[in-house]
């Protein structure tokens, strides 16, 4: 048995700041966030959470697998930014579905939290366990970042997507995955469930902190890497991939990946520009977008690719 997505969704609040904002913030301007990082506008929320963000994207998803919440058997969320330590935000999201049946717990690998996510939830559909899984990545990520700070608050936005994935008959995919805890504090964010947080020299690093030369660095040469992996494992070349979803880090990362791998850029789809850095929820949500405006056709062969914080990193091939 294994999984495949019968059902995306996406939700994004509707307030933002774009590059102009971000100027009566820090030094900073349009033109040089651009070129930096293609980046125009990232959305912010304002009442909304990362569990509301999180439902409202699981109701899309849901409804586009034409499926109800209690078909579910799992629900899987990654996210570094919970509401609460607990109860876990996939078991708050469960309570506000009403997904009655279905097993709930939360997944903390921070813009590789998708592939994983995923990942997890064609093991638990090969092994036979369950038959219907909800996977979200949400982030209230405007929480962590230092508005102060010009190298990461340019950087990140709000959001959430969301993918159903439906067992049925044929092998699983290959997928590859990989992790470096030795050279985590290149990305860092101390939590704030610890003693003492809120004194002077503490507080600041309850606050996203990144070495974003050495980010940069790691994805450029890490991704194509994972991705060869991959292909090798599933006997394909880049030819035979019709896209490649990358989490949506920096444009200038996703141009360095397609020119290392000597890849045509066009099969790098992207949607940085509107909504920035989501961690765990850009590839769902670019995933929703794609599939809303018809970019996927049955039997397409995708790559996902995700990396970041841990350090952390993974591909897995999926056909539509």
Known sequence: ??????????????????????????????????ERT??????????????SMA??????????????????????????????????????????????NATCFDISAACSGFVYAYNTAQAYIAAGMYQNILVIGSETLSGI????????????????????????????????????????????????????????ENEKQTYVSMDGQAVFKFAVKKVPEVIGELLQKADLTEKDIDLFVLHQ?????????????KTDLAKFPVNIEEY????????PILLD???????FHKGQKIVLCGFGAGLTWGATLIEW
């Open 55 to 100: 439902v409202k994207a699981a109701k899309n998803a849901l409804t586009d697998a034409k499926l109800n919440a209690d078909d579910l058997d799992l629900i899987l969320v990654s996210t570094i930014t919970p509401n609460t330590v607990i109860p876990s935000t996939a078991c708050e999201v469960q309570k506000e579905l009403g997904a009655v």
């Open 38 to 51: 293609g980046i125009v506008r990232r959305h912010i929320a304002e009442e909304d959470t990362t569990v």
């Open 145 to 200: 970042v230092n508005w102060k700070d010009r190298g990461s608050c340019i950087l990140f936005g709000d959001g959430a997507g969301a993918a159903v994935i439906c067992a049925e008959e044929g092998e699983i995919f290959p997928a590859v995955t990989h992790s470096d805890g030795a050279k985590g504090q290149v990305l860092a964010c101390e939590s704030r469930q610890q003693k003492n947080w809120q004194n002077k």
């Open 1 to 34: 048995m294994r999984g495949r997505i019968c059902g995306t969704g996406s939700y994004i609040p509707e307030h933002y700041y774009d590059n102009n904002d971000l100027a009566k913030f820090v030094e900073t301007n349009d033109e040089w966030i651009r």
């Open 289 to 295: 977008e794609l599939n809303k405006t018809g970019r």
């Open 276 to 283: 920035g850095n989501t961690s765990s929820a850009s590839i």
């Open 249 to 261: 880090a920096n444009l200038r990362i996703i141009e360095s990946v397609a020119k290392r791998m």
